[in-house]
């Protein structure tokens, strides 16, 4: 049978897994909620060191980066899983609390293929997402 054909059949499609990183919990929650509503398997961590170790052991499609976290921020993280070739293709969202351009600066500088600032609106969130996705295909 061709490959083509068992991808498209419901249920063997495999979406894609997303890791958030982010140590505010109504944040993570509701994230997470909505992204796997949106069908994509979730995986969440709470501190930098977390975030660091599941994008290395887990091999996510893409991370959602919060900047403010405890043990490591989220500029270190992403800059340890840029410098290292296993993980340096993941691509990152920063999010950040302030709109900053010194923070859009520090979110590129740092290897992060977007940015976006919190408040979160999903929707907004989504499409960066989904280009970033796309894009890996
Ligand atoms: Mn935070």
Not at 13 to 31: A, G, T
Not at 46 to 64: K, M, N, R
Request: glycine share 4%; proline share 4%.
């Amino acid at each position: 049978m061709a490959i083509t054909e068992d991808l498209v059949r419901p249920g063997k499609i495999k979406m894609p897994k997303i890791l958030i990183v982010e140590d505010n919990e109504l944040n993570r929650d509701m994230l997470s909620r909505r992204l796997e509503r949106k069908g994509y398997s979730v995986l969440c961590a709470h501190d930098g060191e977390q975030g660091h170790f599941l994008a290395c052991s887990e091999a996510p499609d893409l991370i959602l980066m919060d900047i403010s976290l405890p043990l490591m921020n989220g500029w270190e993280v992403t800059r340890l899983l840029k410098s290292n070739e296993r993980t340096r293709h993941i691509p990152i969202i920063a999010l950040t609390a302030h709109a900053l351009v010194t923070d859009r600066h520090t979110a590129l500088d740092a290897g992060c293929e977007d940015y976006d600032t919190k408040p979160i609106d999903f929707e907004r969130l989504d499409k960066k997402i989904d280009s970033l996705l796309t894009v890996k295909k």
